[in-house]
Structure formats: C-alpha cells, structure tokens
C-alpha cells in the first residue's frame, strides 16, 4: 500500500496506479470509482479494482465513493473510500477451486450421492444430489434440490433414503 503522504496530490487516473477490472483487463479512467463519480455525480459502492503493484502482485480493493458535499460544479470534489479485500478474494478463489474438485470427486463416482435431510418439523430436501441423477433417475440434480418434493412423491422419497436419513435439529 501506499501512505497518505504519497497518496495525497496524485490523479486517480495517473497510468501508474495500474488499475484493472476484476476480469483482470485494465480499468479504462472512465470506469475509475473516484473518475466515475466526478464526471456523473452518482456515488459508487463497493466496486471492486485491483491494483497491480511494481512487483507484479495484484491487491483486490473495494472503492466507494461519494461527492463533497458542495462542491462545486466546474471542480467538483470526490471522497473514497479503499478496503482491502485480497484475504477475500482468495478464499472465495479457494472455495471454489475445493467445490470444483468436489464436483470432480463426485461426478467420478458411479451411480447418485446425494444428501437428504429431514428436519425437525418434518419437511425435508435434498441439500446435494451429484450430476448422474439425470443419467440414473431421469432429472437434473438441481432441479432435486430446488424442487424434489414436487418431483418425487414422498413413498418414493422415502424408499430412496432409507438407512440414509437422519432428523436435523431433533
């Protein structure tokens, strides 16, 4: 990061900033929250800009911005805001990277995992059904958890997760 000292005085369009979009192109000055909100007057929220350091090291930063209050029109000024938001990034990175490999894992498994769960109060869904439940059973696996009670009537339901039922909050 950079110091107050070093930031202050500096245009938020200077090239040396190397700003990119989250797709890892460059962020055209237009797009740059603090530039966006000067030329428009609209406020930006959490955008997410990443700054390529020297190094070559990208920091993901959340910018929000707002107009003074006041300001005038000709100059008007611009408040930011910048959090650093990379520990973010790189756990959703790595979530997803585990949740790929778990799709991996599971579609390589023949035959249906899937994972049903009866509640307390007595109602109940699939909370995971692998990719083979079209392959095996004729439906696609996301309709299951979005929609199985509507699908399947509750004997067959129930046929299907004996021994595999457990009561969630009981």
Do not use: K
């Amino acid at each position: 990061g950079l110091t107050l000292a070093q930031m202050q005085g500096r245009d938020p369009i200077d090239p040396g900033w190397r700003l990119l979009r989250p797709d890892g192109s460059p962020l055209p000055p237009a797009e740059i929250p603090s530039e966006h909100t000067r030329l428009t007057g609209q406020s930006c929220r959490d955008t997410q800009v990443i700054v390529r350091r020297a190094n070559g090291e990208r920091v993901w930063l959340s910018v929000s911005t707002d107009l003074l209050q006041g300001a005038a029109a000709a100059q008007p000024g611009v408040v930011a805001t910048f959090t650093d938001i990379t520990s973010f990034v790189r756990a959703l990175e790595s979530l997803e990277e585990h949740r790929a490999l778990l799709r991996r894992v599971t579609d390589a498994v023949p035959g249906v995992l899937y994972r049903h769960v009866v509640m307390a109060d007595g109602t109940d869904a699939f909370r995971f059904v692998s990719a083979q439940a079209r392959e095996v059973m004729g439906v696609v696996a996301s309709d299951l958890c979005t929609s199985g009670d509507r699908l399947w009537s509750r004997d067959v339901l129930g046929a299907v997760a004996v021994g595999a039922r457990g009561v969630v909050g009981a």
